[in-house]
Each structure stands twice: as structure tokens, then as C-alpha cells.
């Protein structure tokens, strides 16, 4: 007790900054992060590159991510000492000490001060309580999440773009690219006639099948998920471009009819990029979940979330 004592008058004497709270939400295609104080008050906010929990599968993910969280770290010194972290990274799962020891060594932080998990825990958190709902995060890929009344994490979904991630920005960007390309099989030089593949050409840089094989095998997962925004763009005018958008929707539905089926039917909540690009997803996402099962749309600020969690844990801090 004495001890305790001591360290809250140490911590509040004068001239000492008390240390603030870092949550970060990481995705494929961006990360945003949040600074907040113990009392769980935001101080500063912001974004940076995109990465995911698989880049610690090689060396040069592994570079990438530290200088990430370096700079990060650089940007979070401004505002003072941060003391707790609380990161949801999309990809993490397997490993569990790698990406924590590079956050620790980015911040100078003991590895008990850090929490990471899968960004999709963080997002459903800030939406709902435990055992109340579900929750569809559709951004480059795809999953529904339900945490349920003992704290347990469920999934449907989620299986990475090499296996599903249907519904999500990468999905939408692969279909219209194998709907052109197998158009042009068909009919070449048909792309002049579908303003979705004169968008997309647009964005890759030509209409050449060598400029597009080395977009999609070369660039990352972030950056071919945002072909998504020619598809949504061109869908108001191209009938593919219509369909993939709303097959995206029911792929997304699928998602959360499956949690309805496991666990009974609870309201669910869409969150993520995708629901953004084109009024048609969410009017498909609706059209095939179950009538009597409520949708909400929410703009999930995870990194708002993590960085109050983080807060608390500081609460705690010797």
C-alpha cells in the first residue's frame, strides 16, 4: 500500500508528464492509430501505411513493419511518453511474439504494456457489448465476428484472399479483373466498350495484359483492393460492374446468416470501406439476410477503442 502510494505521488509530482495510451487498427490498406489519455480522452489521431500480420512470415515484411512503427513512434513522441499499447492487426493469429517485440522495441516498452490481436476483436468491441450482436467488417477482405458472453471469439470468414475474403475490396477488384479479362478472351478489344474497364486500365496504367499481370501479382493486397473504387464507380453505367457490387452483398450476407445459424438471431452491424463505395452492396446485404435479422451500418472507429483500452491498462501502471 505504501508502495502504491509512493508511486502515485511520484507519478503526479510536478514537472512529470504522466504517459499516454497508443491504439492502433491496423488494416491491408491503411492503419489509423489514436493517442489518448489515462482518463480515456483522445489527444491526437491519424494514419499511415497499410500492413497485416502476415508480412512477419518473411524478412522483408518484418523491415516494412518496423519502419512503420517507427515512424509511428516518431509522430507519437510529439505528444508525449507512451506507455500502453493496444494494436488490432488484421492477419494476427499464429504468431504471437513477433509482432509484439517489434512494437516493443519501436516504443521502448516491456512487453507486458502491449496487447495486440486481430483488428476485427477491436472493431466488435466498438459496437457491442459481449453476446449482443454481430458484426460484418467488410474493408479489403471480409469476416463476421461475435464475441460472446464469457469473452470467447467467434468467426465466420476471414480466410485471407488467397482462400475467400468474399464481399471484401479485394474480392470486388479480383472479379472485375477476371470478368475483363475473360471478356477480352471472348472479344478483344471489348474493355472500350465497358466504362469498368476503361476505369480500371485507368488505374493500372494500360490496357495491356502484361501492364495488368504485374499489377495483380506484384503490387499488394492493399493497393488491388483499391480497384474496387472503378468497379463502384462504373456501376451506375456497366451491368457487370452492378453485379459483382451486389454478389458482394450476398456474400456478405452469407457471412452473417452463418453466425444467425451458430448462435441464434441477433441484430448485426456492417463496418468497414466497402459499404462506402456503392449504395447496391448494402441493398444486396439486406435483400438476402434473414427478414426478421436487424442491419445497421456503423463507422466503426477501432482506433478510438483501442487507444481507450490501452488508457485503462495504464490505470494500472506502477
Known amino acids: 500500500m505504501l508502495a502504491d502510494m509512493a508511486s502515485d505521488q511520484q507519478e503526479q509530482a510536478p514537472g512529470q508528464a504522466k504517459p499516454i495510451a497508443l491504439g492502433i487498427d491496423a488494416g491491408g490498406t491503411q492503419t489509423r492509430w489514436a493517442l489518448a489519455t489515462q482518463d480515456?480522452?483522445?489527444?491526437?489521431?491519424?494514419?499511415?501505411?497499410?500492413?497485416?500480420?502476415?508480412?512477419?512470415?518473411?524478412?522483408?515484411?518484418?523491415?516494412?513493419?518496423r519502419q512503420i512503427f517507427a515512424?509511428?513512434?516518431?509522430?507519437?513522441?510529439?505528444?508525449?511518453?507512451?506507455?500502453?499499447?493496444r494494436a488490432g492487426i488484421t492477419g494476427f493469429g499464429g504468431?504471437?511474439?513477433?509482432?509484439?517485440?517489434?512494437?516493443?522495441?519501436?516504443?521502448?516498452?516491456?512487453?507486458?504494456?502491449?496487447?495486440?490481436?486481430?483488428?476485427?476483436?477491436?472493431?466488435?468491441?466498438?459496437?457491442?457489448?459481449p453476446g449482443t450482436g454481430y458484426l460484418i467488417y467488410a474493408g479489403t477482405g471480409s469476416i463476421a465476428a461475435f464475441i460472446d458472453t464469457e469473452g470467447k471469439f467467434h468467426r465466420a470468414g476471414g480466410?485471407?484472399?488467397?482462400?475467400?475474403?468474399?464481399?471484401g475490396g479485394f474480392w470486388i477488384?479480383?472479379?472485375?479483373?477476371?470478368?475483363?479479362?475473360?471478356?477480352?478472351?471472348?472479344?478483344?478489344?471489348h474493355w472500350k466498350e465497358s466504362d469498368m474497364a476503361k476505369r480500371l486500365f485507368k488505374l493500372i496504367g494500360g490496357n495491356d495484359w502484361n501492364v495488368s499481370?504485374?499489377?495483380?501479382?506484384?503490387?499488394?493486397?492493399?493497393?488491388?483492393?483499391?480497384?474496387?473504387?472503378?468497379?463502384a464507380a462504373a456501376a451506375n453505367n456497366d451491368p457487370v460492374a452492378m453485379d459483382i457490387l451486389q454478389n458482394a452483398g450476398?456474400?456478405?450476407?452469407?457471412?452473417?446468416?452463418?453466425?444467425?445459424?451458430?448462435?441464434?438471431?441477433?441484430?448485426?452491424?456492417?463496418?468497414?470501406?466497402?459499404q462506402e463505395l456503392h449504395p447496391a452492396i448494402v441493398e444486396s446485404?439486406?435483400?438476402?439476410?434473414?427478414?426478421?435479422?436487424?442491419?445497421?451500418?456503423?463507422?466503426?472507429?477501432a482506433h478510438f477503442s483501442a487507444a481507450r483500452l490501452a488508457a485503462r491498462q495504464l490505470k494500472n501502471r506502477p
Not at 513512434?73 to 508525449?80: I, Q, W
Not at 480466410?159 to 464481399?167: F, P, T
Request: with cysteine; aromatic share 6%; proline share 3%.
Open 40 to 65: 480515456e480522452q483522445i489527444l491526437a489521431s491519424g494514419t499511415a501505411a497499410g500492413l497485416t500480420a502476415l508480412q512477419t512470415d518473411n524478412a522483408a515484411g518484418i523491415e516494412a513493419l
Open 213 to 231: 499481370r504485374d499489377f495483380i501479382y506484384h503490387r499488394s493486397r492493399g493497393d488491388i483492393g483499391k480497384l474496387a473504387l472503378a468497379v
Open 159 to 167: 480466410r485471407g484472399y488467397l482462400l475467400d475474403d468474399a464481399g
Open 285 to 301: 446485404l439486406r435483400t438476402h439476410l434473414p427478414p426478421e435479422v436487424s442491419l445497421r451500418q456503423s463507422t466503426c472507429q
Open 173 to 189: 477488384a479480383r472479379e472485375a479483373m477476371r470478368k475483363l479479362w475473360r471478356a477480352e478472351d471472348e472479344h478483344p478489344d
Open 95 to 129: 504468431d504471437a511474439h513477433t509482432l509484439p517485440n517489434i512494437l516493443a522495441d519501436s516504443f521502448g516498452l516491456e512487453d507486458n504494456w502491449i496487447s495486440v490481436s486481430n483488428d476485427i476483436e477491436i472493431a466488435y468491441m466498438d459496437i457491442f457489448k
Open 71 to 85: 515512424g509511428l513512434a516518431a509522430t507519437a513522441g510529439s505528444h508525449g511518453q507512451v506507455g500502453s499499447i
Open 250 to 274: 450476398k456474400e456478405l450476407a452469407r457471412l452473417g446468416s452463418a453466425m444467425c445459424t451458430r448462435f441464434g438471431n441477433k441484430p448485426i452491424a456492417l463496418s468497414g470501406r466497402v
